[in-house]
């Protein structure tokens, strides 16, 4: 098969051809359709991924959406045929997406929507897990509450403020002047974050008492902004971010809570997999009933142009995510 190789840091990915691999127990074998570029795939290349355990040479890209080659002993949810995707590899030496072929737990994967392109599907499985697990698993978001996205129209928030939205949430999403329009087509009540201060959009959606659930899909100052909104007592932050050094003082004088959302962990660890599959099939209900768009990048890149994909998302120059269309 065909496989773009990571083969040193800071050097382009090699297009190589390498031999294809048998599922095992639990495992299938899927011809990869389409993979997404997320920014954590451009930090692996440029050697500044270290939390991903991704050693090299290896062939990268954690999304796919595909098709069902093979299956190993002991898989009953999927037969050959099925369209499927998730995210499967690419982190913790696991084999990536950016081939042909890739074989994968089949815990990782969910039947892919009906109703979504291979493209479309392969752009969701990070962005949803993450936002699934930090507004579903961690704050349990619910119908009559208050949710804020930062970062509402990037990878992760876009998909946040229609999971918000979906369970019955009033969702408001911050974001720059030029994003505005898409944030509240998603449903959102946009906030032009360098417009308006904390203290502002606080009393004027709130009227001062702060957001049920506050979501940081941005980092930094932004985090310490979110302990600044969220509601006294009962307030939730979360943050797929938080990595740095932060004073914990202001959440603490709100009484509130804070929740760290790591998705990597089950391909880390190999623990927890099952769910991400669970997840991913809440995704294809939420895409199946009209709940969920994806907002892609309008430029095409196939397996050959993989460094000038990985160029465009380490520039920020995209709008969507960035697409890989694997298969010819």
Not at 68 to 80: M, Q, R
Not at 213 to 236: C, E, M
Not at 242 to 262: D, I, K, M, N, Q
Request: proline content about 3%; overall charge neutral.
């Amino acid at each position: 098969m065909y496989a773009a190789v990571a083969v040193a840091h800071q050097h382009p990915l090699d297009v190589q051809t390498l031999p294809l691999s048998e599922p095992s127990a639990g495992q299938v074998r899927v011809r990869v359709m389409a993979s997404a570029v997320n920014p954590l795939d451009t930090k692996i290349a440029a050697g500044k991924g270290g939390h991903a355990r991704q050693p090299l040479p290896a062939v990268l890209g954690m999304d796919l959406a595909g098709v069902v080659d093979k299956i190993g002993a002991g898989v009953s949810g999927f037969e050959a045929g099925d369209e499927v995707y998730g995210m499967a590899g690419g982190i913790g030496g696991n084999q990536g997406a950016l081939a042909q072929y890739i074989v994968t737990d089949a815990d990782l994967l969910a039947r892919k929507p009906a109703n979504l392109s291979m493209r479309e599907a392969a752009a969701l499985p990070l962005i949803f897990i993450t936002a699934w697990e930090g507004l579903v698993d961690r704050a349990n978001v619910r119908s009559g509450q208050t949710v804020l996205i930062h970062g509402g129209a990037g990878g992760v928030g876009h998909v946040a403020v229609q999971i918000a939205k979906a369970r019955g949430a009033k969702v408001f999403a911050t974001g720059s002047a030029h994003s505005l329009t898409t944030l509240e087509r998603l449903g959102a009540t946009a906030i032009d974050y360098r417009a308006s201060s904390v203290d502002d959009y606080v009393a004027l959606h709130t009227e001062g008492e702060g957001f049920d659930i506050v979501y940081d899909t941005v980092g930094g100052s932004t985090l310490d902004a979110s302990f600044n909104a969220v509601r006294r007592y009962t307030g939730h932050v979360l943050s797929c971010l938080g990595w740095g050094e932060h004073s914990l003082a202001p959440l603490s004088f709100r009484g509130a809570t804070y929740s760290g959302v790591f998705t990597l962990l089950p391909l880390l660890t190999g623990k927890g997999r099952k769910h991400h599959g669970e997840i991913m099939a809440e995704a294809t209900r939420m895409a199946e009933a009209g709940q969920l768009q994806v907002l892609l990048d309008d430029q095409r890149f196939g397996l050959a142009d993989v460094n000038a994909a990985y160029a465009r998302v380490s520039a920020g120059s995209k709008r969507g995510k960035v697409i890989i269309d694997i298969a010819e």
